[in-house]
Every structure is written in C-alpha cells, then in structure tokens.
C-alpha cells in the first residue's frame, strides 16, 4: 500500500498546489473538493491511479461521513491528513463600528475554519489510527495569533483561525500519547482568491514549503514538546508564537 494523504479545499490555491505536491511525489491522494474542479479533472488525467477526487463539504456532517465512507472503500488506512479548505468572508477594512453582526458571515467563518476541521478529524480519525505515520496538519494562518496580533479588524477571520491553533493544541494533547503528530501551519501570505495579487507568494512555494515540513515532521522522534513549542509553525518550518 503506497502512502496515503487526504486534502480538504483541494480544488484551488493552495490546496491545489499541495494536490500536485503530493501526487509528484507518488501520494495516492484524496482531494476533498466540495464542488467539481476542472483543475482537479485535469491532474486525474495525468494520474488517474493516483488521485481521487472526493465530494467534501466540511460544514455539512453528512458530507464529512459520506467522504469517510467513500475513502474507507478505497484504502485501509490513511496516513496523512491535511485539513486546508478556509474562508475569507466580509470586508478586510471594516472597523467594528460598520461590522455587520447579524450577518451570517461570522458563523460561517468558524463553521469553515474552525469546526470544519474538528468534523473531518473526528471522522477520519479510525482511517488515521489505521495508519503509520498518523499525521494531522491544519492549514492555519498568522493571523490566529494572540501573542504576534497586529490587526484592527478582520475579526471573524482572525478569531476562527485562533480557535484553529487552539484545537490544534487540543488535538495534540489528546491524541499524541497514541502517535499522533498534529501541527497548525501558517502558509505564508500567497497569491490566491484569498491573499489576492499583490500577495507575496505563490501557490506553489507555499505548497513545496509546506510539503517540507510535514517531511520533517514525519521524521521527528518526539511527539511531544513542553509548552506547545513546535506545534504552530509556518511554511519554511519556523516556529510561530500562539
């Protein structure tokens, strides 16, 4: 059995690009899409035994057993899994004063952000213990930190990925006794429909980046690190402050 990786929001940016990542490297991979993707259509035809397109909607419960059962079909165990899909809803300039607080764009942040990776872990979960190198990676952001906070607005955002490092943290400390290594990943500012243009990156370093540290990480000895040290850390491996 080769290597196996599922990950979520893979019909665009930077889950697109970690698609590619893994499929060069001879993954077979499981691209939790939650729409069809021509994208994700063409790297099928480039290989075909290789990647398998998975209907995945994290906000929806019944998307997320439907995708575990369609995965549990196909493969006895999962090694890695990448939680990556995410949202950016509202207006990046609004001060408090103009937020909108009845608008369901606040909870469907944290329904995508933070409760929708809880949902796939929590799924997945059987496949993940069924696997070797039991790997668990939340795409997260900079933004989700308290001690390096620098913005004025961009509250849903900022709060959801915040709640994502917390339950990284969480996941950590429950599920490393059993072998797990789970790690929140800020993928560095990149030219997607979310960073937009003038972002400093572009999807494919990021990707290669990320790739990297989850290696590392496949390769580290301890599972555990006092304080949390190593667990929040961005694409080129270096340790960032909750």
């Keep these: 059995m080769g290597e196996t ?6 019909g665009r ?14 993954y077979r991979v499981f ?18 035994t290789l990647l398998s397109p998975i209907p995945l909607d994290v906000t929806e419960m019944a998307s997320v057993r439907a995708a575990a059962a369609k995965i549990s079909a196909q493969t006895p165990a999962l090694e ?17 004063e103009e937020l909108d607080l009845e608008d369901n764009h606040l909870q ?18 059987p496949l ?16 989700g930190s308290i001690g390096d906070c620098w913005r004025k607005q961009e509250y849903a955002y900022a709060m959801s990925k915040a709640a994502l490092n917390m339950q990284t943290r969480i996941l950590h400390n429950y599920l490393s006794p059993r072998g797990f290594k789970v790690k929140a990943i800020h993928p560095g500012w990149v030219r997607t429909d979310m ?11 990021s990707a290669e980046g990320i790739f990297n540290v989850i290696q590392k990480t496949i390769a580290e000895e301890s599972v555990t690190k006092d304080g949390g040290e190593g667990i929040f850390l961005d694409y080129q491996g270096k340790i960032l402050r909750w």
């Design 5 to 10: 990786v599922l990950i979520t929001g893979a």
């Design 13 to 26: 940016g930077i889950g697109l690009a970690l698609t590619k990542e893994f499929l060069a490297a001879g």
């Design 31 to 48: 691209a939790g899409i939650r729409k069809t993707s021509h994208l994700i259509e063409k790297e099928q035809g480039q290989y075909p």
């Design 80 to 96: 890695i899994l990448i939680n990556n899909a995410g949202v950016y809803l509202g207006d990046k300039t609004q001060p408090l």
């Design 108 to 125: 469907q942040t944290m329904e995508v952000n933070a409760f929708g990776p809880l949902r796939v872990v929590q799924q997945f979960l």
């Design 128 to 143: 993940l213990t069924a696997g070797r190198k039991r790997i668990i990676i939340n795409i997260s952001s900079e933004a």
């Design 195 to 205: 960073g937009g243009k003038e972002a400093d990156l572009d999807p494919a370093t």
